[in-house]
């Protein structure tokens, strides 16, 4: 089972990125998936998950700005970002829990994200 991120970039302060993340080999079923990050020098830190059934959460830095999104049918987990700004560089992971014959954890292999003028 592979997560495999893409969509990161440089962005400047107030503009916006999408980033998706697709889970790829033999498995039952992709239960919850969330979106990670982590700055340089500084702990990985939550941005955001969804449940199976479209339920959201989000860290308060970034609510009002991101949104989670996926599609079950493709096993696809995205990120909308949106007025971003430079405390919003991190490297930015994905993350999902994945039903082989027991609920497992994977992650993405991360995508760098810089808001920068």
């Known amino acids: 089972v592979q997560l495999q991120a893409s969509g990161g970039g440089l962005v400047q302060p107030g503009g916006s990125l999408r980033l998706s993340c697709a889970a790829s080999?033999?498995?039952?079923?992709?239960?919850?998936m969330a979106w990670y990050r982590q700055a340089s020098g500084k702990q990985r830190e939550l941005v955001a998950t969804?449940?199976?059934?479209?339920?959201?959460e989000y860290r308060d830095s970034v609510k009002g700005r991101f949104t989670i999104s996926r599609d079950n049918a493709k096993n696809t987990v995205s990120l909308q970002m949106s007025v971003l700004k430079p405390e919003d560089t991190a490297v930015y992971y994905c993350?999902?829990?994945?039903?082989?014959?027991?609920?497992?954890?994977?992650w993405g292999q991360g995508t760098l994200v810089t808001v920068s003028s």
């Open positions: 969804i449940t199976r059934g479209g339920r959201t």
């Open positions: 080999g033999r498995f039952l079923v992709v239960s919850d």
């Open positions: 993350w999902a829990e994945i039903v082989l014959t027991r609920l497992a954890t994977f």
